[in-house]
């Protein structure tokens, strides 16, 4: 309880009210009084109920394995500065910041937060944060279906099939039709047939992912984009893996319009999957129809910098049914601690990050090919890349988490032509010792004949 | 101690300080890129500042300081649930085991983080009479579109695709309408009658064949209660249509009633409002979305299912809307959840809730004294009040009384809402307040109204004492500055 009623105060209350009783406060009609006592967990006092917590995490066995997992969720280095910083209670326990002038911090730092996103993708403006990746593209379709008013939608099958999965989720409710892009033999979207897509159907918006679901670098090259320009599609970039936005080429170099990414890789904990921060980055172009909150530069009645919540036309609480999206509450938090992530990182911190990425990678690469199995792509990757084990990859992950390794993802749950293939990552905190790990176990698993 | 104005308001971006190659070290020097990717796949410039852990740390500090949380004091902000968030919360939640744990983890690897979502799931389930619930959706305006997608495809699986209207009454949060129009829906806004309350006798006027589903909030976002909601029900029902419950305003009811009881089909839960998640500034929130035993098949996957001592994430069900978000919930928030759940146990949350009106009333009471209550009965965990009749005599508005309270060291009530009441204002005290806090803003407030008679304009032009005064938000919407650009 942290509830502050003495008895005493209680009873002047109710007096105050006028009522002899909480029950005579609360007037439960009848027959919606509770008809049987709540099963609920028990009450327990603080610290056992840390106690009983704390036994419960100690289930999360996979903590103690060395991991290759990847695939839309990174373990990365937050230095503690970021917890110091972000928990501090000022910014924790704010609300939306609707009183702009008691707000001016945290305004500041979600523009910021918009501002970084724009450096990172080479975009015009960003907004202030949507819940995740998957729901970044599905919100970025939606302004695309807006700005065309057509009803289909393009995808590549190399986009995250979570985030594909969530884009048809969001499309059902609109009506809107999905169609997939296959993939290339080098593990990049097949930009022929793309193109021959665009040619033959009317596209709301075309997306791809780079680096892809695989790994892989994976954008629109000339001929592609001008079928995209032809077709009056909107081309948009998701973004899965944010730290890779150091290295590669900006989604506007390549002539993405709207990128919609995955932030968790800047200092959000990996906490079995959220909360972690979605971004939308456009161009001005479509500044008026990026969902949700974005904070603006302006002055005050005496001429001082000051920020705020701004361009809200767009949104629900004064749009109601014709607002942009229906998003109120953001991940605000999240795009905190990834923007002082970034602020301590630097220009410097961020692309060391991102070479050693590069680097540990190619040292996870180089040792399983040395481990006898066979690399399923070409094409340049960033962190992860994809091993062909020869047999179903289910078995052979099975065999290497007997031996401590959580070696990947069975890419034959989303691929059945990829059911021999494991997507693994490796981070900066990947170690030789873990690539060594996993290597000699690979090779023992996968020797022929092995039994598994 | 105050710093002189000029000190405290100027503030340089972070992209203004810095130097390149000054930023402190995290990790060790890393290869040149070329070295790894063909040159062609890699950007040129990377155009980030670099500075010191000291600097960031300060730079950072200092914004906080420019933040009001509840942490810093009073936080009245009605429909919002602003209550104490208790600090235990936030150190399980970041538990080695739970913030490092991949959601890729095997479901045998990954026990406690099921349990802990089994076990609030249960729990939710039986304070509030659902039959089961979603932890997926990121908050509650996705749970609203979550379960509109639920109604649409259950009504496509009985043929009904006709149903193409959702009930939205005037006092309604503006996600509900924006949720339904999200999902092709048409949108009915319901008109409430003199008591503030949905009249069932209109509800009856509207359903209808192409009825899809009602969505209210009980008590309303006026803060009363809809005794009629089982009339309501049964009007909907009757007409083939379906019932939402919009979560927001549960800390009014939890322990006490139920909504599944009430007759919903659907509803969901703001965990950061009634449960204690910290709101961050913004998010990251937590929706639960519960549904009755007919529609369990069709909630978002993954859902947790219990085998015997064992859980597992179910991804293999048919009639499910599908996922709605990347992974399987705000997980972090979950853990917060449940510890909250424990430190009160049933008694202490059915408390909680019992404190929340008694606390809201006595502030209804005090406050009806000096500012027009234009409902003037018993209400639930918040009221509103209106300075429509203030305004008429002194030209101080609502938003002038809540610029005031910020002058004074009070984050200001929700202004202009719910619509339907002028120069509204929404006050939720929640029950974490003592008597004491309660007593010294009603004082505060008193002390307002009364200097509004005799000295309008100081409230005109306050605040004085924050950081900037009146942010001109005209400017910020017709010349927008969204980001930081280097000067040429």
């Given at each position: 309880m942290y509830t502050p009623h003495t008895k005493a105060d209680i009873k002047a209350m109710l007096e105050a009210i006028g009522v002899g009783s909480l029950d005579e406060l609360l007037r439960v009609p009848a027959e919606l009084k509770l008809r049987a006592p709540l099963d609920v967990v028990p009450a327990l006092p603080e610290y056992q109920l840390r106690r009983r917590m704390e036994q419960i995490a100690k289930r999360n066995d996979g903590v103690e394995y060395v991991s290759f997992l990847g695939g839309g969720a990174y373990r990365h280095y937050a230095p503690p500065a970021i917890s110091a910083l972000a928990m501090r209670g000022e910014f924790l326990t704010a609300y939306t910041p609707y009183q702009a002038e008691v707000s001016q911090g945290y305004l500041q730092a979600i523009y910021e937060w918009q501002t970084y996103i724009c450096l990172l993708t080479g975009m015009d403006l960003a907004d202030a944060s949507v819940y995740d990746g998957a729901t970044a593209l599905a919100e970025s379709a939606i302004m695309a279906i807006n700005a065309t008013g057509r009803q289909r939608f393009l995808v590549s099958?190399?986009?995250?099939?979570?985030?594909?999965?969530?884009?048809?989720?969001?499309?059902?409710?609109?009506?809107?039709?999905?169609?997939?892009?296959?993939?290339?033999?080098?593990?990049?979207?097949?930009?022929?047939?793309?193109?021959?897509?665009?040619?033959?159907?009317?596209?709301?918006?075309?997306?791809?992912?780079?680096?892809?679901?695989?790994?892989?670098?994976?954008?629109?090259?000339?001929?592609?984009?001008?079928?995209?320009?032809?077709?009056?599609?909107?081309?948009?970039?998701?973004?899965?893996?944010?730290?890779?936005?150091?290295?590669?080429?900006?989604?506007?170099?390549?002539?993405?319009?709207?990128?919609?990414?995955?932030?968790?890789?800047?200092?959000?904990?990996?906490?079995?999957?959220?909360?972690?921060?979605?971004?939308?980055?456009?161009?001005?172009?479509?500044?008026?129809?990026?969902?949700?909150?974005?904070?603006?530069?302006?002055?005050?009645?005496?001429?001082?910098?000051?920020?705020?919540?701004?361009?809200?036309?767009?949104?629900?609480?004064?749009r109601r049914e014709r607002a942009t999206s229906n998003i109120c509450t953001n991940q605000a938090h999240c795009a905190l601690i990834a923007t002082i992530y970034l602020a301590l990182m630097g220009k410097t911190g961020l692309r060391d990050v991102a070479a050693l990425n590069l680097e540990r990678s190619r040292e996870l690469a180089t040792a399983v090919a040395n481990a006898g199995v066979r690399l399923r792509f070409s094409a340049p990757f960033f962190n992860e890349l994809v091993a062909d084990v020869g047999r179903p990859a289910g078995e052979v992950l099975s065999a290497l988490r007997a031996r401590g390794v959580l070696g990947g993802l069975d890419l034959g749950r989303w691929y059945p032509e990829y059911s021999t293939c494991i997507l693994m990552a490796a981070t900066e905190l990947t170690t030789s010792g873990e690539i060594a790990k996993l290597a000699a176990a690979l090779q023992e698993v996968t020797r022929v004949g092995a039994g598994v | 101690m105050s710093a002189p104005v000029s000190d405290r308001t100027a503030s340089p971006l972070i992209f203004e300080l810095g130097q390149e190659g000054r930023a402190t070290r995290y990790v060790e020097h890393g290869k040149p890129l070329q070295s790894f990717m063909p040159a062609n796949v890699l950007r040129d410039d990377l155009p980030l500042p670099d500075n010191t852990e000291l600097d960031v740390v300060r730079h950072y500090t200092s914004l906080s300081q420019r933040t009001f949380g509840i942490d810093v004091g009073f936080y009245p902000l009605g429909s919002c649930t602003m209550k104490h968030n208790p600090k235990v919360n936030d150190a399980l939640a970041s538990l080695r085991e739970f913030a490092e744990l991949h959601p890729f983890t095997p479901d045998d690897l990954s026990q406690?983080?099921?349990?802990?979502?089994?076990?609030?799931?249960?729990?939710?389930?039986?304070?509030?009479?659902?039959?089961?619930?979603?932890?997926?959706?990121?908050?509650?305006?996705?749970?609203?579109?979550?379960?509109?997608?639920?109604?649409?495809?259950?009504?496509?699986?009985?043929?009904?695709?006709?149903?193409?209207?959702?009930?939205?009454?005037?006092?309604?949060?503006?996600?509900?309408?924006?949720?339904?129009?999200?999902?092709?829906?048409?949108?009915?806004?319901?008109?409430?009658?003199?008591?503030?309350?949905?009249?069932?006798?209109?509800?009856?006027?509207?359903?209808?064949?192409?009825?899809?589903?009602?969505?209210?909030?009980?008590?309303?976002?006026?803060?009363?209660?809809?005794?009629?909601?089982?009339?309501?029900?049964?009007?909907?029902?009757?007409?083939?249509?379906?019932?939402?419950?919009d979560g927001a305003n549960a800390n009014a009811l939890m322990g006490n009633t139920r909504p599944g009881d009430m007759g919903f089909d659907l509803m969901h839960l703001n965990t950061h409002k009634t449960f204690t998640i910290p709101h961050g500034g913004g998010g990251a929130g937590h929706g639960p979305l519960g549904v009755?035993?007919?529609?369990?098949?069709?909630?978002?996957?993954?859902?947790?299912?219990?085998?015997?001592?064992?859980?597992?994430?179910?991804?293999?069900?048919?009639?499910?809307?599908?996922?709605?978000?990347?992974?399987?919930?705000?997980?972090?928030?979950?853990?917060?959840?449940?510890?909250?759940?424990?430190?009160?146990?049933?008694?202490?949350?059915?408390?909680?809730?019992?404190?929340?009106?008694?606390?809201?009333?006595?502030?209804?009471?005090?406050?009806?004294?000096?500012?027009?209550?234009?409902?003037?009965?018993?209400?639930?965990?918040?009221?509103?009040?209106?300075?429509?009749?203030?305004?008429?005599?002194?030209?101080?508005?609502?938003?002038?009384?809540?610029k005031a309270l910020?002058?004074?060291?009070?984050?200001?009530?929700?202004?202009?809402?719910?619509?339907?009441?002028?120069?509204?204002?929404?006050?939720?005290?929640?029950?974490?307040?003592?008597?004491?806090?309660?007593?010294?803003?009603?004082?505060?407030?008193?002390?307002?109204?009364?200097?509004?008679?005799?000295?309008?304009?100081?409230?005109?032009?306050?605040?004085?004492?924050?950081?900037?005064?009146?942010?001109?938000e005209t400017r910020a919407a017709r010349q927008p500055d969204l980001r930081w650009r280097a000067s040429r």
């Open positions: 099958r190399a986009v995250h099939p979570n985030y594909r999965a969530v884009l048809k989720t969001y499309c059902d409710g609109l009506d809107v039709a999905i169609d997939e892009a296959p993939l290339a033999d080098d593990g990049t979207t097949d930009l022929r047939a793309l193109a021959e897509m665009l040619r033959e159907t009317q596209y709301a918006g075309v997306a791809l992912q780079s680096p892809n679901f695989f790994g892989n670098v994976d954008t629109l090259d000339g001929e592609a984009l001008q079928a995209v320009r032809n077709n009056g599609a909107v081309p948009i970039a998701v973004v899965a893996e944010a730290l890779a936005l150091a290295a590669l080429a900006t989604p506007a170099s390549w002539g993405a319009q709207i990128v919609a990414g995955e932030a968790q890789s800047f200092g959000v904990p990996i906490a079995y999957g959220g909360p972690y921060v979605g971004f939308i980055a456009t161009t001005n172009e479509h500044m008026r129809r990026i969902p949700g909150r974005l904070v603006g530069k302006t002055v005050d009645n005496a001429g001082r910098t000051a920020y705020v919540l701004t361009l809200q036309a767009r949104e629900q609480h004064i | 406690g983080a099921l349990q802990v979502m089994h076990e609030l799931e249960r729990s939710f389930c039986s304070l509030f009479g659902m039959a089961a619930f979603s932890l997926n959706p990121a908050a509650g305006a996705q749970a609203e579109l979550a379960a509109l997608l639920i109604a649409k495809k259950y009504f496509r699986d009985r043929g009904e695709t006709q149903r193409d209207k959702v009930i939205v009454p005037d006092t309604a949060h503006g996600t509900n309408p924006a949720s339904a129009a999200m999902c092709g829906f048409k949108v009915i806004s319901l008109k409430s009658d003199a008591r503030g309350r949905v009249d069932p006798v209109e509800i009856r006027n509207v359903v209808g064949p192409d009825t899809a589903v009602c969505m209210m909030t009980n008590p309303n976002t006026l803060g009363l209660f809809e005794e009629r909601i089982h009339e309501i029900a049964d009007a909907v029902h009757e007409a083939g249509g379906l019932m939402y419950y009755a035993a007919h529609l369990v098949e069709y909630l978002p996957t993954p859902y947790v299912v219990r085998d015997g001592d064992r859980f597992r994430l179910d991804f293999d069900r048919p009639k499910s809307i599908g996922p709605v978000r990347s992974f399987w919930s705000n997980f972090a928030h979950a853990v917060r959840a449940l510890a909250y759940l424990y430190a009160n146990g049933a008694e202490g949350l059915t408390k909680v809730s019992q404190y929340a009106v008694l606390n809201a009333n006595y502030m209804r009471v005090k406050i009806a004294e000096f500012l027009e209550t234009p409902y003037p009965e018993i209400c639930r965990h918040e009221f509103v009040a209106s300075a429509q009749q203030l305004k008429k005599e002194t030209g101080v508005r609502a938003l002038d009384i809540a910020l002058d004074r060291g009070y984050m200001a009530p929700t202004m202009y809402f719910p619509l339907i009441v002028p120069e509204c204002l929404m006050i939720e005290p929640t029950e974490t307040e003592s008597k004491e806090t309660l007593d010294g803003f009603v004082d505060v407030l008193r002390d307002i109204v009364q200097t509004a008679k005799t000295n309008p304009q100081e409230l005109l032009d306050a605040p004085v004492t924050t950081v900037v005064g009146r942010v001109d």
